[in-house]
């Protein structure tokens, strides 16, 4: 479901689940980071700490992001965003995880 919220890139970001931001963490490493750190009883902002994020083009919770990014990901469906971009996760539900 965590990767599964990237493709759905749109939807999550209008119900402010996850932001976009630049870093140089792989978008896979920051889910299983995700997963570990919130088995460990950390908060999403200790962990999107660790990630060295730096604010892209666009505010990181701007829909925009879902248009644009869309289009430069094409018609292969992606669990991932075209680099330095990754998506964090800032709000969701423990099944999401």
Do not use: Y
């Amino acid at each position: 479901p965590a990767c599964h919220a990237v493709v759905h890139i749109g939807l999550n970001l209008k119900h402010g689940a996850i932001a976009i931001w630049e870093t140089e963490v792989p978008q896979v490493e920051i889910v299983r980071r995700t997963r570990g750190g919130i088995a460990a009883g950390r908060t999403l902002e200790e962990i999107n700490g660790d990630f060295g994020l730096r604010a892209g083009r666009l505010a990181p919770d701007v829909t925009r992001w879902a248009s644009e990014l869309v289009h430069l990901m094409g018609d292969q469906p992606t669990a991932s965003l075209p680099e330095p971009l990754c998506a964090v996760f800032v709000k969701f539900s423990k099944w999401q995880v």
